[in-house]
């Protein structure tokens, strides 16, 4: 999961936020969490794609996948090819 | 009848930002324009997290603006009263090129969404007004250099025509290796004494190569 902070920080330029200030549960998108927007998403699509090689077929399940770091790291580990 | 002042401008070039002619911050250990932008943003305390998803050349506006607007000469304005009239050479060539770089391999093909909605010179504008809530009239042009006769005729004509009290007006460009803005703020609340600064083509020519 440390790697997965590293790579969201890397690709949607959170800078000055380090990998221990993301709670594995947080909400990544909304108020509560890191404020994540709808650009953010693509991001981490594309994230998804090049890194682990991994395509959602159904952008509607990004709102699941997306939820935390917990979740997309559990998707990635089901889905890694 | 009323006629727009000039209330300050804000030049950014060479590692240094000027606020009405006198330089306020200088980071000539900055080794690029990214550096440069960063530190700039650390010394103004602006603490909006938005800044860092920005592309250079918004990065370059939006500091300049924050310069402009930290006294909040809008505060007794609405929102649709004060325009954002913009304008460079480069467009948003930089970001553009990034972007291209981006699709042009097939074999390593990963458009990033985050990179290309910033290949249009006036989300730069949508930056400064999303960040200051302002909803007046908003344009960006394209010329080879600033054009100071074009912008105070455009935007006197704006305010004669009751569509703004207040605009921000400028030049904010971006090359590879080199940037520069020059950024204003005009209203019609200055008091018509030696000091004003008369929001006309000459005088604008005069504050642009202050720091030439």
Sequence with gaps: MQKLKEQIIEQLNLEDMEPEDIG??????????????????LELIVLLEK???IKIENPKDGQKIFYSIHTMAEFIQDHKK | MKQLKIKTYC??????IYVDGQVVFSAPEADSMKKFLKLAFKHIKSGYAKFYKMDEISKLG??????LLKNKPYSDLRPEEVGVVLSNAQSTLVTDKLFQESIQNNADFYPSPSVFVYTLPNIMIGEICIRYELRG???FYIFE???ANFMANYI????LSH???ACIGGWVDQSPGNYEAFLYWADDKIADDQTSIRHTGNELERLYNLTA
């Design chain 2, 163 to 165: 569509k703004l009290k």
């Design chain 2, 156 to 159: 006197n004509h704006l305010f």
């Design chain 2, 137 to 139: 009239e908003q344009a």
């Design chain 2, 145 to 147: 250099n600033f054009s």
């Design chain 2, 11 to 16: 030049h950014i070039k060479n590692h240094q």
């Design chain 2, 62 to 67: 939006f500091i300049a603006a924050e310069m």
């Design chain 1, 51 to 53: 890194e682990y090689s």
């Design chain 1, 24 to 41: 594995e549960n947080d909400p990544l998108f909304g108020d509560e969490g890191l404020g994540l927007d709808s650009i953010d998403a």
